[in-house]
């Protein structure tokens, strides 16, 4: 017959259990869809509305707003830590090398805040917003639509260090690309399908002018058709867009072009070079649904990457300073 156990062990082992609960709700803690179900019915309209408006003006700014969310997360997490100004007490993300005269839409997210903080004051945070945004730029622009999950808080600080070394640089080869996508534990058929996000947006020819210039796994007339707008020296903040053939269509065009040796930024075509992401790109190139699904996965895993939830960070009133 086994011995029954104490009290105080009994007490001992529900005390541990507690303890363990404890810590893994810390340490998984879920967002969810319905988090503002009560307290900001209207919120996700409300963000929608004003994302749609915005694209519809500028469809360019569709792009704006996903990057926004893509390079809050790639440093310390998804909160809203790249919308905040310089300070006293920190220097922020805005002048990090991959966002000093590149990042925009701050305007269009200080539209949103405003309109969010009339109809429910201190309850729907920045962070939030930047996941939301991104999601609704990507379907105005005729892409998937996928379930945002929310309940992220915002920081209080910025890290303009993390974002000189976090994000992925446009001329980065390939093992670059999938360390930097690995640190965040996104895997290479996920590096593939985010960056399948440069179906939308334009690139300055600072970062394209060496490949158009110097790189041979270029379509010739590709590189010549760029270089009139993007000569060897000056027109550093000209234009071109990632995507030739649909630049304003989210669709899988993207990886056509990287197949026809035409993708814009080095790091473009790295995943197309006679590498291990060759046959992933071959695949979206031919199924667009395939890609379109698994890019909604992963900007759903990205979104969740070390957010703050529960009584970490704060509800930003503005989202470029701290309460």
Known sequence: MAPFLSI?????????????????????TQLSPTFYATSCPNALSTIKSAVDSAVSSEPRMGASLLRLHFHDCFVNGCDASVLLDDNSTFTGEKTAGPNNNSLRGFDVVDTIKSQLENICPGVVSCADILAVAARDSVVALGGTNWTV????????????????????????????????????????????????????????????????????????????????????????????????????????????????????????????????????????????????????????KMGNLSPLTGTSGQIRKNCRKTN
Do not use: W
């Open 149 to 300: 999950q929310l309940g992220r808080r915002d920081s209080t600080t910025a890290n303009v260090t993390a974002a000189n070394s976090n994000i992925p640089a446009p001329t980065l080869n390939l093992s670059g690309l999938l360390s930097a996508f690995s640190n965040k534990g996104l895997t290479a058929k996920e590096l593939v399908a985010l960056s399948g996000s440069h179906t939308i947006g334009q690139a300055r020819c600072t970062v394209f002018r060496t490949r158009i210039y110097n790189e041979t796994n270029i379509d010739s007339s590709f590189a010549t058709s760029l270089k009139s707008n993007c000569p060897s020296t000056g027109g550093d903040n000209n234009l071109a867009p990632l995507d030739l053939t649909s630049p304003t269509s989210f669709d899988n065009a993207y990886f056509k072009n990287l197949i026809s040796n035409k993708g814009l930024l080095h790091s473009d075509q790295e995943l197309f070079n006679g590498g291990s992401t060759d046959s992933q790109v071959n695949a979206y190139s031919s199924n667009s649904a395939s890609f379109l699904t698994d890019f909604a996965n992963a900007m759903v």
């Open 8 to 28: 105080p062990s009994i007490l001992t082992t529900i005390k541990l259990f507690l303890l363990f609960s404890f810590f893994v709700g810390m340490v998984y």
